[in-house]
Structures are given as C-alpha cells and as structure tokens.
C-alpha cells in the first residue's frame, strides 16, 4: 500500500511565523503536490514537483514556497503565516499517471 | 467558467435508493477522468477512473460524454457507507501529472 504522511494532523502558529509542512512517500513517486482545501473552493494546488529539486508553481503559490531535497519528502513553507492561510493542506504523490495518493492532512490554523 | 464544476449537494437519499451525479468541464482537450471520495475529515481517495466506454465495479457505474463535455457516476442500492463527498478530477494534458478537483457534491445516505 501506498503510504504518504505528514507531520502534524493540526497546528496552530501565530500571525508572521514560519511554518513548515513536511510530507514523505514511501513509493518512490516522481510526483508530489501540495494542496490546500477550503470549504466550497476545493481543492487548490499551491505547488507541485515532478523530481528532486524540481518544483512548478500550481494555482495560489502565492505566499507558499516548496523544497525537494530527496524524492521521497516535499516540504510546504510559509514563509510569514498569516491568517487567510488558515485551512486544511494536503500533500498527494504520484507515480506516472494521474492517480493520486493522499496524505491524512494538516489543518492549519494562523492566529 | 470553472474548468470543473458539481453540484454541491447535499444529495440526502434513502438506503436502497438509486442516486446519480454529473461533474462538467471546460477543456474540450481534457484527456483523463476519475472520481474520487473523501469522507469526513479524511484524505480524498481514488473510487474510480473514468472511460470513454462507460464503466461499472460493483454498485458505482461512471460514463463519460465527450459532446456535452461532462462525466456522470451512478450509484445502485446506495448504503449508509455510500456517505461521503465525491469528487470529480480532470486532467487537461500536458507534460505533468496536473489534475483539477471539482469541489465535490456532498451523499447523505439516510437510514
């Protein structure tokens, strides 16, 4: 089975913190999203990256910046939190199609 | 226009009921299309791809129709497990894995 994690199902920062969102695969998947889902928007792809050290803007980047160091790993940086990222962020991987494979999540909140 | 659009729901249905859902889009060029579930508070999940011959596992039966560019899942003799948001993905092309989520068209399945 495919197995992707992320390191914390909920996290509270305050206003101006820097946050990370790490999220591991254990399938030796190409490619690796981060999402954030928002009630009545969906889902939203803020980046995506199809190899190490390799990374494409997705939809909303904005704020969001990524690191791929090994294949397995895809870390989420908010570089100054601020409250309108305040949601539920999904990692996802892939192999070459275009199935995806989730993470459980991690609810955000920014305070 | 979103490039994929449901209805949000809540579809509410009784168990053994016979229930049906569209998803439309926008790209003409879209090439794959799937649908997938996410129960509350959980990660989405792959429930099925979708073929340009229609497709049926068990209860659930998707189509697609290419001419009036949306895809449709049926689900027969719906059970209280059935409960869940279901979510439409397309996938437009192109040199990566990108997909678009349509943000989901809620089942409650009433005993």
């Known amino acids: 089975d495919v197995k992707v994690t992320q390191s914390s199902r909920y996290l509270v920062k305050r206003t101006g913190e820097k946050v990370f969102l790490e999220c591991v695969q254990d399938?030796?998947?190409?490619?690796m999203f981060w999402y954030r889902q928002d009630p009545g928007l969906g889902l939203r792809l803020i980046y995506f990256s199809y190899d190490v050290k390799m990374k494409e803007k997705g939809d909303i980047p904005e704020g969001y910046s990524v690191s791929r160091e090994k294949k397995e790993r895809f870390s989420l940086i908010l570089e100054s939190a601020s409250t309108n990222q305040t949601s539920m962020y999904l990692c996802?991987?892939?192999?070459?199609?275009?199935?995806?494979?989730f993470g459980p999540g991690t609810r955000l909140t920014v305070t | 226009r979103k490039e994929v659009e449901q209805d949000p729901g809540p579809f509410n249905v009784p168990e053994g009921a016979t229930v049906a859902f569209n998803c439309t889009y926008s790209n003409s060029a879209s090439q794959s299309f799937f649908w997938y579930r996410q129960d509350c508070r959980k990660e989405p999940k792959l429930l099925m791809s979708?073929?340009?011959s229609g497709n049926e596992d068990g209860r659930f039966t998707a189509q697609l129709n290419r001419a009036s560019q949306y895809i449709s899942l049926l689900i027969r003799d719906s059970k209280l497990s059935d409960s869940a948001t279901y979510l439409c993905v397309v996938r437009s092309g192109g040199g990566y894995q990108k997909v678009t989520f349509g943000t989901g068209t809620k089942l409650q399945v009433i005993p």
């Open positions: 979708v073929y340009s």
């Open positions: 399938m030796d998947h190409e490619n």
């Open positions: 996802a991987s892939s192999f070459t199609g275009p199935e995806q494979y």
